[in-house]
């Protein structure tokens, strides 16, 4: 498992396919399969960023608050 | 807006009153391990959400993956290994499915519910975490005389570790809450092992000009020798904050954790780290978290190109100088002038000066900062 490197294939159209390669010319980007990855690894962090939710409750951050004040920093 | 937590949720590995107790009470019947202080501050990082979404020590499937993807096995960016080595004899007393008591000079704070237990290969993860195997670099030698097995599984902190700093420690929750009721939308968190010198000054104010704030975070914890003193740094910023720095729209903190100097791989973790803190940037300047001539000047830099999913924007700087001609601290982009009016702020340098108890120039160190970090006698690790 160490050395093993996790991929599985998509299938994209193959019209997106050529578009990519010939955008990516020129670029850091050896292959249609890396700049996917790159596109795709972006949007999903978007997508799961909106999700995102703060851990702690009003309650819990009027203590913070308090907290914060008597150290000097609010 | 504030950051949100990498992996998108801030963890929080703490025991509730009644938990705590109990487990404290039944502390005496379990297993032990008793952690250095650099492991056990790991423990409390996680703890506190730090290293979110980490939730205990990496089992052996996210340690491979960390190791050559830079990734957890869910892929979301993680490039240091957070791992608790033990040897033969410590792993002969749990197996997977106990929960062990982990103390800290003797004391109990913390328990590890313990998932694998799994061999490592010393010289992969030094290759691939360091880029060398060459025991001169500190990360390497600490990596060659850990033990040879690692411990999976999830942490439950029982309570705070002794802290010197404990007024100068703020966990994530309570960044994220100050920076909010300072109504900041951009922070830039700046990451330092370092007493501040003009290029950090400039640095720092050139991100604060187009910031909401400024979060300073000076790493406290196990360092190389020759590296300044944890008090020395703090005593260094306070002067530094008092006389040169706009109150408000500037937060000091320091973060319990070690130095790893695993240079581009360590600048991501310490992005992640400001991150989870609720910094939207992160600093990265010339040779972050490196050490000798392991890594390339900007190598910490490049990394950062194959994580677009990081949540956190790097600014990316070059290094300040001070010119005699444009009579300031500038950098390369800014300055057109040749290397004859240039004179380097170079950290090396300014350490042999204080090493002979000289006061390092203006144009290389506020003379405020200067003379509190001469007011130690030695401001340097052992």
């Known amino acids: 498992m160490a050395s093993e490197k996790g991929y599985t294939t998509v299938s994209i159209p193959v019209t997106l396919h050529r578009r990519i390669r010939k955008i990516i010319e020129g670029t850091g980007f050896t292959s249609v399969s890396s700049f996917v990855t790159y596109v795709l690894r972006e949007v999903v962090a978007a997508y799961e960023e909106e999700k995102a939710k703060e851990p702690f409750t009003e309650e819990e951050k009027k203590a913070i608050i308090e907290k914060l004040k008597s150290l000097g920093y609010l | ?156 902190l ?86 040169y720095y706009p109150r408000g729209s500037v937060v000091f903190s320091v973060t319990r954790t070690p130095m790893r100097y695993a ?19 992160f600093i990265v300047g010339r040779d972050h978290a490196g050490v000798g001539n392991y890594y390339g000047p900007y190598e910490a830099q490049e990394i950062f190109s194959l994580f677009p999913d990081l949540g956190i924007q790097p600014l990316f700087v070059k290094e300040f100088f001070y010119c005699k001609k444009c009579g300031g601290v500038v950098n390369e982009k800014i300055c057109p002038h040749p290397e004859e009016y240039r004179v380097r702020i170079s950290g090396t340098k300014i350490r042999a000066m204080i090493r002979e108890g000289k006061m390092p120039p203006p144009e290389m160190m506020r003379p405020e900062v200067a003379e509190a970090v001469l007011s130690f006698g030695d401001p340097f690790v052992e």
């Open chain 2, 1 to 156: 807006m504030v950051a949100k937590p990498h992996g998108g949720r801030l963890v929080r590995r703490l025991a509730g009153k009644r938990e705590r107790d109990r487990l404290l009470e039944e502390a005496g019947e379990m297993e032990k391990l008793d952690l250095p202080l650099y492991l056990a501050t790991d423990v409390e990082n996680i703890a506190y959400g730090l290293f979110s979404p980490l939730e205990g020590f990496l089992n052996s499937e996210d340690y491979n993956y960390v190791l050559h993807e830079m990734r957890l096995s869910d892929d979301t960016p993680w490039t240091i290994p957070i791992v608790l080595d033990v040897d033969e004899e410590e792993a002969s007393r749990f197996s997977p499915g106990d929960t062990v008591v982990l103390a800290h000079r003797g004391q109990p704070f913390a328990v590890l519910d313990v998932e694998e237990i799994y061999s490592w290969d010393k010289k992969v993860h030094a290759q691939l975490v360091y880029k060398t195997t060459d025991p001169a670099h500190p990360g390497v030698a600490k990596t060659f005389s850990a033990k040879p097995l690692l411990v999976g599984g999830k942490i439950l």
């Open chain 2, 158 to 243: 029982l309570r705070d570790l002794e802290n010197p700093y404990s007024k100068l420690t703020l966990r994530p929750a309570e960044t994220r809450v100050l920076f909010r009721e300072k109504g900041w939308k951009t922070i830039a968190g700046f990451q330092t092992r370092n007493v501040p010198h003009l290029g950090h000054e400039y640095v720092q104010k050139s991100a604060l000009t187009f910031m909401d704030g400024l979060f300073i975070n000076p790493l406290v914890g196990w360092k190389k020798r020759g590296d300044y003193r944890d008090e020395v740094i703090v005593a260094a910023y306070r002067a530094l904050l008092d006389h």
């Open chain 2, 263 to 281: 240079g581009p791989r360590e600048a991501v973790h310490h992005a992640i780290m400001r991150k989870n803190y609720g910094c939207t940037h």
